[in-house]
């Protein structure tokens, strides 16, 4: 059947989504035609999001899918034609400057795994989720295998947290199902707090159900009831779609037993933290804890309880469908499987990309995403560092990223122009860190606003020697001595352009006097 | 950050406006729940209603959850999106994230210090999660990006 699939995700809204999905509904109607005949289906992310507002076609010929990119709603009625009549020249060539490769390097070197229901699947429908096999793996879990059956897969799988910590999500259920017997919980982090990081939210707009399995399986793995995701408050499409989506998992009685909730944040970075995360969904102050004792020991209401982030989450589907041979072997060394990465900044081709873990950064950032001239990629957002262009040829891994001075983090991946001068960018987290400090501990709270006092220098091109020694003195101590990530992380980006870019701040030292 | 001068009611009319604060407040509490784990949602929901959390409002629902007020406040003070003071009649964000950074919003938002139109309020933000079409603005709650942000322009003051 012919079909127009509209992404309907956060970023192609911003870029006027919604009139072109009316556009095309109205066009559909001056052709008298029905819905059944010609189908403009809501989906989640296209992928190419600096090329929104985005539609695939599937023409009626059953020929294979055309992308088109930045189309003005006055261009319904050509997209309408050309779906029905693929070969309609007048159609075809209104619509060339819009049109997207399909076959350009940013499409053809993904291999969606996490991402695979995303443009197909209609995130309001279970329906739509159930026709596309969503709850299959949960419904197999329960009638087929028993809780360490599902735990020795995601084990042998090699998936490790894609938050950004990279702890293997297989000792992780382990853990909290080896816990004394008494009732436990599971979480999804969907806190998704980095500048420049939206993989979470591409699932929780595009793909909820898949999510939603995968916590109902993490649950089933561990022996918990009840089950919460927290979902940060800046995405307000997310929350609509994720409630309608539990709702709907209600009514078909699909959860049999387990209880799920949302749970809306309001603001604050530091609730990313897994022990902030929890003292938030239990309505205090989103304040981090010393560790241990673990959330897995010892978590939300004193309960042992599972953390894991929303893509860790909505990779187990895949995983249990295709075997845990099968995704353990993509991948690298000690990362396994696919990384979903947020592609922005200074490059032309801006969106979500899914690759193995091992492709390099120059793949992704330059085949992939067209840049040149870059000066540097940021990753592992304000925790995380700068890999110079020299050093693009690194295969992407946990390891490989944290020897380089940054991390892999959560998949925020931030191209840098020449111009940009990197104590500027350093100064850029320092002041996102003292914002986001909640203030418990005093190496964070007041380290971070020193730190960002004696960036201010050298970005006004009046550092000195020893500015420079305290900068580094400071930084390790804050490292070294504060409670939680942020924290301890926040110096990353310092320590990160010294390391790669120390010339630019020596340059901006010997100014005037102090 | 300044505190605007809170105006009070009329003596005779404090009471009313009281009653009716306590009114809604428990309405919300009976929706989610009489215990200390539901105070976030019970703070969303105040704040969706009345556009901001009042200091009547904040010790109704310290009575109402058996909560000391310190708490509430503690908590409701210490979430960036909720406001302890009435709300602006418009507002415009800017996403400083690292995307929108890099493309320019600090000389975005310079620019709109400048040329803010009366009733409108500037803000910022640390990532909206729309990194693709940065510089990003939130304009009453929209995310827009470059291209409609010519058509809101205007609106805004924006030149």
Redesign the interface.
Known sequence: MAQIRCCTA??C????GDALQQALQQARGHQGLSPAALSIKAVGCLRL??R?PLVALDPADGGCQKLYGAVPPASALALVQLTLAPHAPGAAAALAAHAVDGDHPFFALQQPVVLEGLGRVDPESIDDALAHGAYSQLQRCRAEARPEQVRACIRRSGLRGRGGAGYPTGLKWDTVALQPPGPRLVVCNAD???????MD?AVLEGDPHRLLEGLAIAAFAVGAELGYVYLR????LAIARLRRALRQLRQRGLLQGLDLQL???????VCGEETALLA????????PRQRPPYPAQQGLFGRPTLINNVETLAAVPAILRRGADWYAALGTGRSRGTKVF?????LPH??LVEVPMGTSLRTVVETMGGASGVKAV?TG?PAGGCIPSALLDTPIAYETLAELGSMLGSG?M????EG?PMPQLAR??MG?CA??S?GKCVPCRAGTVQLAQLLDRFCAGRGSAGDLQQLEQLGRMVQATSLCGLGQGAPNPVFSTLRHFRHEYEAACGGAPR | MHRRAQVSPPLHLESAVNSAVTASVERCIARHGRCPEALIEILHALQHQHGWLSPPALAAVSRGLALPLSRVQGVASFYHLFALQPPPRHRIAVCLGTACFVRGASALQQRLVQDLAPGWQLEQLSCVGACAQGPVLLVDGQIAGLAAMELLAPAAGVS
């Open positions: 956060s970023g809204r911003a870029a006027g999001c600096g929104g998704e707090g980095d500048p420049g990081a939206f939210r408050a800046e995405y307000p749970r809306v944040g309001a603001g604050a970075y938030s969904i239990a309505g205090g102050r989103g304040t947020s592609l922005s900044g200074a801006t969106g940021q957002g925020g931030v191209v840098l122009p940009l850029y987290f996102f914002a986001e909640c």
